[in-house]
């Protein structure tokens, strides 16, 4: 007996035009506010605040980034943040791996509870006061190992690892590098590495994001010429916001009027290297969100 099928709910078309537009206004909503603050640092600021730069600049100027750019401790500061960056990537990822892959073996002795003395920390610490007083005694002040070191390893991070390896991987790779002979050592760099590299790219583009924006450590630990980028730019706006609460050789209002500048111009140069470096990891990254979703 032939029976007709009434479809129910809406048509493949009509969703796929559904979809569309809502990821285009999700995408407008997430993306105008960095191009209003682009837009904004080459447009005067008063008529910025007027509400005359919705979607245009108004009185296009690039003194902002040219009082930004002006500063002879930037160079300097972006060299750091590069040096910091790279370095604090590569030992976060060394780190977090050879934390997760131990505790991604079942056959760990006292698995669950080194676990647990590690989620233990994402929840307690000592303190601002403690930690200084620990990086001052093991000799760390003004050197750039204690934006590293006194964070140890990123346990939400190794979670993220540690799930992968244990859904990810198959089992029975373990057992045939086991058969041949492989020690842990030999598993780990032959065969866990190579099959993680998506993985790896998620932590990577977490680390890159966390170290480069770091500024609150090194105010605390190092020496002004060894200030990152992202602190060096803060040093720059307190500097104008100082110079628009006094006359000095200009007006007030002038003053004032770059120190707003100076503001807008300062989010775009600390946000730009990132988002110029993210479209190139972009894929790897997805990849990594995907797989560490679907079990093995």
């Known amino acids: 007996m032939n029976t007709k099928q009434k479809s129910v709910g809406l048509s493949d078309k009509t969703s796929d035009i559904i979809l569309v537009v809502a990821t285009a206004v999700i995408m407008v909503l997430i993306a105008y506010p960095l191009y209003y603050v682009i837009v904004a640092s080459v447009s005067d600021p008063y008529d910025v605040y007027a509400g005359k730069t919705f979607l245009l600049p108004s009185q296009f100027t690039l003194e902002g980034y040219a009082a930004v750019f002006a500063n002879s401790n ?23 791996y050879l934390t997760a892959y131990p505790l991604s073996r079942r056959n760990l002795p006292g698995r669950k509870w080194i676990s647990i003395f590690f989620v233990i920390t994402m929840y307690f610490g000592g303190g601002l006061i403690p930690t200084y007083l620990v990086v001052r005694d093991t000799g760390l ?23 992968f390896f244990e859904n990810n991987i198959p089992k029975d790779l373990f057992e045939a590098a086991e058969i041949d002979g492989a020690d842990n050592w030999t598993i780990f760099y032959r065969v866990v590495v190579p099959l993680s590299r998506s993985i790896m790219a998620v932590i990577v583009v977490f680390s890159m994001v966390a170290f480069w924006n770091d500024w609150f450590t090194a105010l605390i630990y190092l020496q002004k010429d060894q200030a990152p980028f992202p602190l060096v ?8 916001e100082a110079m628009s609460s006094m006359t000095g050789g200009m007006s007030y209002a002038e003053s004032n009027r770059i120190s707003e500048l100076v503001k807008f111009a300062s989010m775009i140069v600390a946000a730009a290297p990132m988002l110029i470096i993210y479209p190139f990891v972009q894929k790897y990254f997805e990849q990594g969100f995907m797989s560490g979703a679907v079990k093995g």
């Not at 930037?74 to 977090?96: D, E, M, P, R």
């Open 74 to 96: 930037l160079l300097n500061g972006f060299i750091n943040s590069v040096k910091y960056t790279v370095i604090g990537t590569i030992y976060s990822v060394v780190t977090v």
């Open 141 to 163: 002040l003004n050197n750039m190992w204690a934006l590293f070191l006194p964070g140890g390893v990123g346990m939400g991070n190794v979670i993220i690892v540690r799930n």
């Open 233 to 240: 730019l803060r040093g720059i706006l307190i500097t104008t």
